[in-house]
């Protein structure tokens, strides 16, 4: 199965690339590595992958530890790029997760997310279908689904008052969107959620990580900020129904994951504190029904709980 990924340096990226590879798939990554959060985090995944650094804009390189795995550093923006990367090698099945994240970060810069999640998905898109690719798998953010109060949110549902986020344990994510690649669902088109479909309050996430640092998080109090949510949670159904899975990873798992790779990247010992408002939250899975508080954060740790939050739960 040869397989086009883009956004190949970001989160979810970069493990899907990993369990592609390890099912013994040829893979080309596309990610124009921008500096939306530390680039070198994303150079850091590139190296693991056996990709030189820095790679050269627009030239295919071949990995030093996965024979299987080319790297191509260019943006889904530029359809000229685009097109350069279907002329190098003709792709059975295409996931684009090339986009621009934050919903915060949106209200600051709309430019962005029309250049990269409607100018970029467009192009990858069109010279998919240009080039006869019969499978595409794209991943969407659970802000679709807006300011629609009835929850666990299904696909069925209207996506037209934006405003809401997800969130998803990596591990859960990847096999999840691994399977739909590497089957066709019955129908042309399909729409999956992926999620644990399991609210828990932010306050179990905060005592999860005081457990699992052995240190005590101070709080902070701080007004419910634009772009927050007030409930999300997945209605995974139809996912069950075609590919039979379900996330299932616990929260302890998923906290205890992160933390040692945290400490491990970040050569720490321990975590002095953090700063942190209540807000109701599931971990692993979607906010739901937060209190009239949101997240406020200091100290030099503020990514480590900022990660958290996000569900960027690594393994």
Not at 51 to 70: M, N
Not at 233 to 238: D, E, F, M, N, S
């Amino acid at each position: 199965m040869k397989v086009l990924v883009t956004g190949a340096a970001g989160f979810i990226g970069f493990h899907l690339v990993k369990r592609l590879l390890a099912a013994g798939c040829e893979v080309l990554g596309l990610d124009e590595l921008n500096a939306y959060y530390n680039p070198q985090l994303k150079w850091d995944r590139l190296t693991q992958l056996g990709i030189a650094h820095p790679p050269t804009s627009g030239k295919p390189i071949e990995s030093a530890h996965y024979p299987g795995f080319t790297f191509v550093k260019d943006s889904s923006t530029d359809i000229c790029a685009v097109k350069r990367v279907f002329e190098h090698r003709a792709f059975d099945k295409v996931c684009q997760l090339a986009a621009q994240a934050g919903v915060r970060y949106s209200l600051e810069n709309p430019d962005a997310y029309v250049q990269r999640n409607l100018l970029g998905f467009f192009n990858v898109l069109q010279t998919a279908a240009d080039c006869g690719c019969k499978h595409f798998v794209y991943a969407s953010s659970s802000s679709v689904y807006g300011a629609n109060r009835r929850v666990p949110f299904d696909v069925s549902q209207p996506v037209d008052k934006p405003l809401s986020r997800d969130m998803t344990y990596i591990d859960d994510a990847v096999e999840a969107t691994y399977r739909i690649l590497s089957r066709q669902s019955k129908s042309d088109y399909a729409i999956y959620n992926i999620g644990k479909s399991d609210p828990v309050d932010l306050v179990k996430l905060i005592e999860a990580l005081e457990k699992t640092l052995g240190k005590r998080a101070i709080k902070e109090m701080k007004p419910m900020q634009p772009g927050d949510v007030y409930q999300t949670h997945a209605h995974v159904g139809q996912l069950m129904k075609d590919y039979g899975y379900k996330p299932q990873t616990p929260l302890s798992v998923g906290v205890q994951h992160f933390v040692d790779w945290y400490l491990t990247y970040h050569q720490l010992r321990w975590v002095r504190c953090v700063v942190i408002a209540p807000l109701r939250v599931c971990p692993q899975t979607h906010i739901t029904d937060p209190s009239s508080h949101t997240t406020g954060v200091k100290d030099v740790f503020k990514d480590f709980l900022l990660s958290a939050i996000s569900g960027i739960l690594d393994s």
